[in-house]
T-cell receptor, first 112, second 113 residues
Framework: KAGVTQTPRYLIKTRGQQVTLSCSPISGHRSVSWYQQTPGQGLQFLFEYFSETQRNKGNFPGRFSGRQFSNSRSEMNVSTLELGDSALYLC???????????FGQGTRLTVV | QQQVKQSPQSLIVQKGGISIINCAYENTAFDYFPWYQQFPGKGPALLIAIRPDVSEKKEGRFTISFNKSAKQFSLHIMDSQPGDSATYFCAASGDNQGGKLIFGQGTELSVKP
């Protein structure tokens, strides 16, 4: 069974640009969550999607958005990038949330 | 009330010793408590998880101890090996949280040969 796949693995963007990250969950998993990981703040929850609906959202500005498609694949978008958005962005999938969640390798975003 | 507090921040253990990492939570609605292991450059990997209906769960060298009244849980790594050197995160979630995991700040474990 394939694991959680995140693309791309690495990204370098310029301040003010926007970026889209992709996550393909484990087959059969309907819940996809996104997290931002930084050395200073640790792992912080961005949002969670279940069956194409956003079920929960963390304390991030509106520049961070996401969506989920009918095949459970998810994308997150960050607009008007700031230097502080440089982080490892992780996606996790689970069957229905509040159960075993499996993480992808992450997308390392660097904003210059 | 949403926080999960994890200690210690870093831990050095000799090979063959026991590594103990502790976490505390406030929200009594939490009912799922996983531990993750993360190596540099990798995503967190699910290690072991527990629900409040049991006080202990063991998988190989890894054991979770859970104290519901104290709102604390801990990870014990028996016979620690250099390959266990990684960052460990505790987390918590509840049914009303959907898929949202609240993570502790992490513990950097170093096992010396």
């Amino acid at each position: 069974k394939a694991g959680v796949t995140q693309t791309p693995r690495y990204l370098i963007k310029t301040r003010g640009q926007q970026v889209t990250l992709s996550c393909s969950p484990i087959s059969g998993h309907r819940s996809v969550s996104w997290y931002q990981q930084t050395p200073g703040q640790g792992l912080q929850f961005l949002f969670e999607y279940f069956s194409e609906t956003q079920r929960n959202k963390g304390n991030f500005p509106g520049r961070f958005s996401g969506r989920q498609f009918s095949n459970s694949r998810s994308e997150m978008n960050v607009s008007t990038l700031e230097l502080g958005d440089s982080a490892l962005y992780l996606c996790a999938s689970s069957l229905k949330g509040n159960t075993e969640a499996f993480f992808g390798q992450g997308t390392r975003l660097t904003v210059v | 009330q949403q926080q999960v507090k994890q200690s210690p921040q870093s831990l050095i253990v000799q090979k063959g010793g026991i590594s103990i990492i502790n976490c505390a939570y406030e929200n009594t609605a939490f009912d799922y408590f996983p531990w993750y292991q993360q190596f540099p450059g990798k995503g967190p990997a699910l290690l072991i998880a527990i629900r409040p209906d049991v006080s202990e769960k063991k998988e190989g060298r890894f054991t979770i101890s859970f104290n519901k009244s104290a709102k604390q849980f801990s990870l014990h790594i028996m016979d620690s090996q250099p390959g266990d050197s990684a960052t460990y995160f505790c987390a918590a979630s509840g049914d009303n949280q959907g898929g949202k995991l609240i993570f502790g700040q992490g513990t950097e474990l170093s096992v010396k040969p």
